[in-house]
Each structure stands twice: as structure tokens, then as C-alpha cells.
């Protein structure tokens, strides 16, 4: 990536001394996301080939951190090249956090809290920014109007429905479509709509939110980001938190304009519908399509949403064929085959000081291993690191330097990966694994998120990755 190597050193002045690929960073937009580090300093770069794209994200970027929104800063950019370096806000998604702070649908209030700073940030991008904005840069269209949802809507026909092997009417489908189309249309959309609000585009950093991936942005009405977000498949929120967080949004959104409840209601889960219909064709293009097995874990949890809706909600308007063809998807073997395949292992990553209490294991599983990391090369002795943990850039250097660190993470991910192994073919569906070390704050966090990191590329396992110490904000003991 000679380019990003340029910019990195056009910006930093100093070169490059590490570039790394973020795992699960390509995952369906086909960018390639790198960290450059060198001299102390940091930046993510993006190579990706749609000049349109890019020179929407790096305008929107600029004009909504002239409005005071937490967007990464734009260091430098070569749209001629598709490429552009952008601040780096670290590595915990709202996703990853909700999953490190939930047992079953028991939200932990932190979770809960992080995700109402997201709503009470939503509009402002979509009311006060998104006044002024430049809708001329937005691709490929600057309004989610009726072409834009017709894409959507038979993105979903032909590459999950088709795919998926759902017999459908296509007449009486397309008849439905015009009228869940003009529900749609009946909502003020003249507001901007981010396009993919969901927990895997904010980043969480000194826990406030932070947030990404805007370029598909355009005019639109309120209701579909935030029907985005609360009814993000995977994230699988429990409907009574998603309730909450849609009445926090309202009352935040009356701070900057006049709310009408019922209006809003109106065309709130018709957005909810087409946002799902959306994710699927996406989920079928990348699997069914482009056979990427892993897309399709997330069908079974699009599919609950669908259900919930089907036994919760009235639309104002009939759609008899859509409602047959969901309803074909809910009892399809071949997509409950889906289900039992999404519902497979969930790995939960510990770091811990063994000054403390050891993690518990509440999934009820028991077992699993701990390992003991104090017999590793401790940067806490060093007066440089501190007020660092094992997640900042030199102490990862630092340990990532040790041969001693390497052989003992071999021989981790050797025993784990045996385990996991083990444990998916006998239909497992909990394995803890716990770090230890005197303070808990660098070996410890250091080996946890190299383990994260590992299996997060692993078909079928789900990574809930915690750091004990961190999360208290405690000062740290030193020692071994």
C-alpha cells in the first residue's frame, strides 16, 4: 500500500514502520482498512476503487466535524489513488461492547448508556448537519426516493428471496411493493439519512461514541436510521431496550425541531420493514451470491426481527404477498438450518489482575481456561508505559518484540483452537478463556485482544471480549 505510506509520512512526517490489516474490516463493502503506525503516532487508511464514495465520505467527514460531530479527522487523501487516511479511533465497536456487556438479554447498564449517547447523537447528523450539507457529493443517489427503495426491495426479491428458494407471486409482490413504497414516501424526508446506522459503524473511545462508515449518506426521512440501529440483526436487542431507546431518540430529536408522535409512528415500521428487507438481499448476495458462508449467520437473527414484527405490528397498508413470502421464510428448513449454524460458539476473552477476583463463568458452562501471563516480560516496570495498557500502540510493540510472548501465544492459540474445534463439533456453546497478570492492565489485556483477534476470522464462533481492570478505571498494582 505504497500510497497510504505516502500520506502517512505527507501528514506525520516520519515513515511508517508497521502496516496491519484490521480483521473483519473488508466485511461487505469490499474495502481494504489498514493501521499505519510509526513514531508514536497512528492512522487508519482505506484503499477502495469508488472514487464516488470516498470523496463523499471524506465531504461529509470535514462538514460534520465543522459542526462539532464525532467523525474521524481526514489527515490526508488521494482519490486519484482511492485512498485516504483518517484518525484512528480504535478498535471496540458498539457491537463488540454490547456483546462484552450482556448475558443473554440481560443489557449491563454501561451497554445501555452507550447506546443512548448514540441515539441523543443521531440528530444531529440527520437535523442540524444535515441542514447545510452538500447533498450534490452523495452516491449513488442524494435522496432515498422511490428508485432508491425499488433497488432495495428487489435486492431482497432476487438475491434472498430467489436464492433462498421462497416461491413468491412476482405480480402480486410488485403490487406490494408500490404500496409499502408509497407508505415510505408519505414521511418528510428532506433530512439527512446516514444510510448504515448500526453498532458496527461507531466506534466507543474513552466511551463516547464515535462514528464511521456515512458515505452511502442522503436525504431521507428520520424513521430509517433509527430503525437501523434498533433493529441491527445481530445486535439482537431485547424489544423493551429498543423501546427505550426509541422514546430517548424522541425526546432528543424535540430539542431541535417540533416532534408529532403519531406522525412519526405513521411510517416508523414500514422504515423497520424495508431496513430488514435490505440487510437480507445484502446477506444473500454475500452468501447465496457470492458463496460467503459467514453472511448468512446473520439471516436467522434478520428472521427473528421479522417475526417479532409479524406478531407485534399492523401496517397501515396491506401486503398480503410480502407478509406469505415472510412467512414461508419463517418456517423454511433450510433457513432454521441457518439458525442452528448462527447459534454457534460464543468464545467469552478475559483480561484480569490476579490481585483481584477472577472472572466468573456465567453462562453456566463452567470450565474453560485461565492463564497465568505474570511470567512474561512486564512493561508496567517501565516508567514509559505506565499510564498505557495492552491496547496502545507502544505497549503491543513493546510485547509484540518479546520471543517469549510469541512462543507462549503459540501455544494459546494451539490449546484454544483445539477446544474450539471440539467444542463447535459437539454443539457447545460456551468457552471462557481468562488472562491474568499482576495489574491487569498490559500482558494480560495484550494477550486477551491477540486471542480476540484470532478467532474473530473463525466461521461459526462469536467473540465477547472484556478487560476487567480497564473497565474500573482503578490505578493499577505493580510487581512480577
Not at 481456561?369 to 495498557?389: A, W, Y
Amino acid at each position: 500500500m505504497d500510497v497510504l505510506e505516502r500520506l502517512f509520512e505527507q501528514h506525520f512526517k516520519l515513515p511508517a514502520e508497521e502496516i496491519k490489516p484490521l480483521q473483519g474490516q473488508l466485511g461487505g463493502s469490499g474495502r481494504a482498512i489498514l493501521r499505519l503506525s510509526g513514531g508514536g503516532s497512528t492512522a487508519i487508511g482505506v484503499v477502495y476503487p469508488v472514487r464516488e464514495e470516498n470523496a463523499a465520505f471524506v465531504e461529509f467527514s470535514r462538514h460534520f466535524r465543522g459542526h462539532g460531530l464525532p467523525v474521524p479527522e481526514i489527515y490526508a487523501e488521494d482519490l486519484t489513488q482511492g485512498a485516504y487516511l483518517e484518525e484512528d479511533l480504535g478498535d471496540t465497536t458498539l457491537f463488540e461492547f454490547l456483546g462484552s456487556n450482556r448475558i443473554g438479554a440481560k443489557v449491563a447498564p454501561a451497554a445501555v448508556e452507550a447506546y443512548r449517547k448514540v441515539v441523543a447523537a443521531l440528530p444531529r447528523f440527520q437535523v442540524v448537519a444535515g441542514r447545510d450539507l452538500n447533498y450534490k457529493v452523495c452516491y449513488p443517489r442524494d435522496r432515498f426516493d422511490r428508485q432508491s427503495i425499488n433497488w432495495d426491495l428487489n435486492y431482497f426479491k432476487y438475491y434472498f428471496l430467489r436464492l433462498a428458494g421462497v416461491p413468491f407471486n412476482e405480480q402480486a409482490l410488485e403490487d406490494d411493493f408500490s404500496r409499502l413504497t408509497k407508505l415510505l414516501l408519505g414521511a418528510r424526508n428532506d433530512y439527512f439519512l446516514y444510510r448504515d446506522f448500526q453498532s458496527r459503524n461507531v466506534m466507543l473511545r474513552d466511551g463516547d461514541p464515535w462514528f464511521l462508515d456515512y458515505q452511502g449518506g442522503r436525504r431521507g426521512a428520520l424513521q430509517y436510521d433509527i430503525a437501523s440501529l434498533l433493529f441491527d440483526g445481530k445486535a439482537d436487542l431485547p424489544p423493551a431496550l429498543r423501546q427505550e431507546l426509541l422514546d430517548h431518540y424522541l425526546q432528543c430529536l424535540a430539542e431541535f425541531i417540533p416532534v408529532d408522535r403519531d406522525a412519526f409512528m405513521e411510517h416508523y415500521y414500514a422504515h423497520v420493514y424495508v431496513r430488514i428487507l435490505q440487510a437480507l438481499g445484502a446477506y444473500g448476495f454475500r452468501g447465496f451470491y457470492e458463496r460467503k458462508a459467514h453472511f448468512l449467520l446473520s439471516v436467522p437473527y434478520a428472521l427473528d426481527n421479522l417475526r417479532w414484527l409479524d406478531t407485534h405490528v399492523k401496517l397501515p397498508v396491506a401486503l398480503p404477498a410480502l407478509m406469505d413470502a415472510i412467512h414461508v421464510m419463517l418456517e423454511s428448513e433450510k433457513l432454521k438450518g441457518l439458525a442452528s449454524s448462527a447459534a454457534g460458539l460464543t468464545v467469552r476473552i478475559f483480561s484480569f489482575s490476579f490481585h483481584r477476583e477472577m472472572p466468573r463463568d456465567e453462562s453456566g458452562n463452567g470450565g474453560g481456561f485461565v492463564f497465568d501471563v505474570r511470567s512474561l516480560p512486564n512493561p508496567g516496570r517501565e516508567e514509559r508505559f505506565r499510564s498505557q495498557t495492552g491496547r496502545d500502540a507502544p505497549v503491543m510493540e513493546y510485547l509484540s518484540r518479546q520471543a517469549s510472548v510469541h512462543q507462549y501465544l503459540s501455544s494459546v492459540l494451539s490449546l484454544v483452537d483445539a477446544s474450539v474445534s471440539g467444542y463447535k463439533e459437539r454443539g457447545f456453546k460456551n468457552l471462557m478463556v481468562s488472562f491474568g497478570c499482576t495489574g491487569g492492565q498490559h500482558r494480560s489485556v495484550y494477550m486477551a485482544e491477540q486471542l480476540a483477534a484470532h478467532l474473530r476470522g473463525v466461521s461459526g464462533v462469536e467473540v465477547a471480549l472484556r478487560h476487567v481492570e480497564l473497565e474500573k478505571g482503578v490505578p493499577m498494582m505493580r510487581g512480577q
